[in-house]
């Protein structure tokens, strides 16, 4: 595998780091690209010093840890785990937060329910392979299995699920992962509370050529207080937030497409693998 980690400092960090590090080289190893106008004439260039080690990035803020699907977890990324009340996991630094959030919602006369979490490697993986499976028996060109494949279940170390930061949430009335979940009451509450808790919305409708996911009015990311803040008043993605070294290279590897939210998938039973990126 060749995937590089790409943990990055945000915010006030990393512009004293572009400050004062103002050389620059082109990306190497494997980044992605997606279709488009600018990504197909531009090439990103990216300050050397802007890129940090996994450690680095965690004393940092490991609330901004940066996980798509140009940025792959550390393969020995380890994460204390808190237990929801239906079995899933979070990471428990963002516990607390999250129960604030569903106890309020809740309270508002609704019901939230999280239908996808923590996932291990081998979880992903399992997901991955399964879809590879299927992809290959319905007949798609071998060349093309794993590309169709990763544009339904994230490669293994690229799915936001894997850091504990990340999950699924639906309404109890409407659980499915559709575009219409964000008409549900539920949805409507998050998307407009949600960053009091420290998350965000993660894969806004109008940011998939930026995050290279489709639009999921359901995946919620726990970023802290001060960026949720500051993302839900600017209407930035987390991509954008933190900053040009974040966003996704143009370069030399052939375009990839935007992976669409996969449009049906219900949630009865309930299994923690079912749901999406
Ligand atoms: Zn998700």
């Not at 929801?84 to 309270?107: E, F, H, K, P, W």
């Not at 990340?166 to 499915?176: C, K, M, N, R, T």
């Not at 964000?182 to 806004?204: C, H, V």
């Not at 359901?218 to 993302?231: D, L, M, P, S, T």
Request: net charge negative; charged share 20%; proline share 6%.
């Amino acid at each position: 595998m060749n995937i590089r980690t790409n943990l990055i400092r945000a915010g006030a960090a990393l512009a004293a780091v572009l400050a004062l590090a103002p050389s620059a080289l082109a990306l190497g190893g494997r980044v992605g690209d997606l279709a488009g106008p600018a990504a197909q004439t531009a090439v990103r260039r990216i300050p050397a010093a802007s890129l940090t080690t996994a450690a680095q990035q965690t004393e940092a803020d490991w609330r901004l840890l940066l996980v798509n699907p140009w940025n792959a977890l550390p393969e020995d990324y380890e994460v204390e785990l808190a237990t929801l009340s239906n079995g899933l996991q979070v990471d428990a630094r963002i516990y607390d937060d999250l129960n604030d959030m569903l106890t309020d919602c809740r309270a508002a006369g609704l019901e939230p329910i999280v239908c996808s979490a923590y996932r291990t490697q081998a979880t992903q993986t399992r997901l991955y392979n399964n879809k590879v499976a299927r992809v290959r028996a319905s007949g798609v060109p071998e060349d093309q299995v794993e590309a169709e494949a990763a544009r339904w279940v994230a490669k293994p170390g690229t799915s936001e699920h894997q850091t504990g930061l990340a999950l699924d949430i639906v309404a109890a009335s409407y659980q499915i992962l559709d575009e219409k979940q964000e008409d549900t009451a539920e949805q409507q509450w998050l998307m407009e509370n949600s960053w009091k808790y420290g998350f965000i919305l993660r894969y806004p409708s109008e940011k998939s050529d930026i995050t290279g996911i489709g639009y999921e009015p359901w995946h919620y990311r726990y970023v802290g207080k001060a960026a949720a803040a500051e993302i839900h008043r600017t209407g930035v993605c987390l991509e954008e937030y933190l900053g040009e070294a974040a966003l996704p290279a143009a370069e030399l590897t052939p375009a990839q497409p935007v992976r669409p939210a996969e449009v049906v998938r219900p949630l009865e039973p309930v299994p923690p693998e079912t749901a999406d990126i």
